[in-house]
């Protein structure tokens, strides 16, 4: 298994989160408009914004997991079973920390 590769992928992917996050934070972060009716709207919009951002955030830390068994030595090993996570699954999930039978 080329580790080189997969690290490049999950940095890669790692580094395009913070920096969308941080887009997101700026996004919540601006001020309402007076208007009543803008404000519903941009409320509306916020709340898929915070939704997107904490769904990016887990995605965060799975890939922070990801590298830290990369470190360890132990990655593309299943954390439930130990048995090897194939490479077309590594593929799909870089961040995947089980095999497919153990994920189902």
């Known amino acids: 298994m080329d580790f080189a590769a997969r690290r ?3 940095e890669t992917r790692r580094k395009a989160l913070a920096g969308h996050l941080v887009e997101v934070e700026h996004a919540l972060d601006a001020p ?4 009543w ?3 519903s709207s941009e409320r509306q919009g916020d709340e898929v914004l915070e939704t997107l ?3 990016e955030l887990e995605e965060l830390r799975q890939i922070d997991g990801a590298l830290a068994r ?3 030595g132990n990655y ?9 996570i194939t490479p077309k699954r590594l593929d799909l999930l870089p ?10």
Not at 32 to 35: I, R, S
Not at 76 to 84: L, V
Not at 95 to 104: I, L, M, R
């Open 53 to 55: 951002g904490l769904n």
């Open 76 to 84: 593309g090993f299943c954390q439930i079973c130990g048995d090897a």
């Open 37 to 39: 009716e803008d404000r």
């Open 32 to 35: 309402m408009p007076k208007d």
């Open 95 to 104: 961040a995947t920390p089980f095999c497919s039978g153990c994920a189902s």
């Open 70 to 72: 990369l470190e360890g």
């Open 8 to 10: 490049q992928v999950l």
